[in-house]
């Protein structure tokens, strides 16, 4: 059921924690049920692909799944998978926190060889935000999806999808989600998702809408009518409880369960006490289109130290990156481990100061906002058109 404690709270709504060092994800994995990635699982994913894994996997990014192991048994005997994902659209663009499960994504799309599937959830940011017309909405889909292809992914195996325009086109989809809706009870999708007497009915139904692009059969132009190509979502641990329910209705319907891979948050730069929010405090918030000026100041300015109050101090105890904002952020986008390590070190040890931490991420960001800037000036609305038809998808088997 959803995650209402006294120390933390996780729904699809909201992340808050009490604690410095952030979200107990082992407390996590417990309550949802879930299973941990271990050392053996990454060495046989490296061993099937014949690559190393993405640094989000060896650090624990992505910490938690549901029958990943599944999944790779089919690319071990070269069976179809597919990946799906999606992006509730809110702002005018993406930020840190967003860009995470896609730029995994593109490496599980690139690695694998696979379809992907983007869903842009328009009609539940309607139903669930007080001042966001429909209309707008909408467009906001077709915004963070310049963001989402400025990422890299490959056209002729990506479809990208506003609920909005794709349900009323397809015929296969809405059957699914209202074969989804007859399976689940309101009082299951109550103690699923916690919803109250206030809760307006469109968005105690949207759960079934995000949980039918889990089956290849809502999508019959990709998937050439193959009604039963497994999936595989890597998404944030806080969107799990839509795929639980997936899972539970899968059954009933006579299709696959799908599989997930779940990702931590990326603090907001306040603290570890809540996730990246577009919505809340803008000082707290690094987006995509932020200019190298604005990232350097929200992070000297507003980024939380776990660093000594003194430079003194500093130098004698050192500092705590399990609550400073700016490594944990270091953890999320610097590649190179030694190099992180080395960080580490000399942080904990109180050789590195805060303000050469800072510096490092900045150099890191800025780096990767402004490379990130000029791809979406590239992206024009001829691609995103092409990205959203519905049409078949390459697919190699």
Not at 13 to 23: A, D, L, N, P
Not at 202 to 231: L, R, W
Not at 252 to 274: C, D, E, N, V, W
Request: proline share 5%; charged share 25%; net charge neutral.
């Amino acid at each position: 059921m959803a995650e209402e404690q006294s120390e933390q709270t996780v729904t699809p709504w909201e992340v808050f924690t009490k604690s410095e060092t952030g979200i107990d994800y082992d407390k996590l994995i417990r309550d949802f049920g879930s299973t941990r990635i271990d050392e053996a699982l990454i060495n046989r994913i490296e061993k099937a692909t014949e690559k190393p894994v993405h640094h989000h996997l060896r650090r624990g990014v992505f910490f938690s799944m549901r029958d990943l192991e599944t999944i790779l048994t089919l690319y071990e005997q070269k069976k179809p998978f597919f990946l799906y994902t999606g992006r509730g659209p809110s702002s005018e663009a993406l930020h840190l926190g967003h860009l995470i499960p896609f730029i995994f994504t593109k490496w599980l799309q690139d690695t694998f060889d696979v379809p992907l599937v983007i869903q842009m959830t328009d009609d539940e940011k309607f139903l669930v935000k007080d001042n966001l017309p429909l209309e707008e909405a909408n467009r906001l889909a077709h915004e963070n999806a310049k963001d989402i292809i400025a990422l890299g992914f490959d056209i002729n195996k990506t479809f990208i999808f506003s609920d909005v325009e794709y349900i009323s086109f397809s015929r296969d989809f809405y059957m699914n989600m209202c074969k989804i809706q007859k399976h689940v009870t309101f009082n299951q999708a109550k103690g699923i998702f916690g919803f109250g007497p206030s809760d307006n009915v469109g968005k105690i139904c949207f759960p079934a809408t995000q949980a039918a692009p889990s089956f290849s059969s809502s999508f019959p132009e990709i998937f050439h009518g193959n009604k039963d190509v497994p999936c595989l979502i890597p998404c944030a641990i806080d969107q799990d409880p839509y795929f639980r329910m997936a899972r539970d209705v899968a059954p009933k319907l006579g299709y696959q369960k799908p599989a997930l891979i779940h990702s931590t948050f990326i603090p907001g730069l306040r603290g570890m006490q809540s996730k990246m929010d577009a919505s809340g405090d803008p000082n707290s918030v690094i987006f995509v289109t932020d200019s190298d000026e604005q990232i350097s100041n929200k992070i000297k300015k507003y980024a939380y130290s776990g660093g000594g109050t003194t430079a003194e101090e500093h130098k004698k105890t050192g500092g705590d990156c399990g609550k400073d904002v700016s490594y944990q952020y270091l953890t999320f986008f610097m590649e190179d481990d030694s190099k992180l390590e080395q960080i580490k070190q000399n942080y904990t040890s109180g050789k590195l100061s805060t303000g050469d931490l800072k510096a490092e991420l900045i150099s890191v960001l800025q780096k990767l906002i402004s490379g990130h800037r000029q791809k979406r000036e590239r992206v024009t609305d001829l691609m995103v058109k092409k990205f959203m038809s519905p049409r078949k998808l390459n697919y190699p088997y």
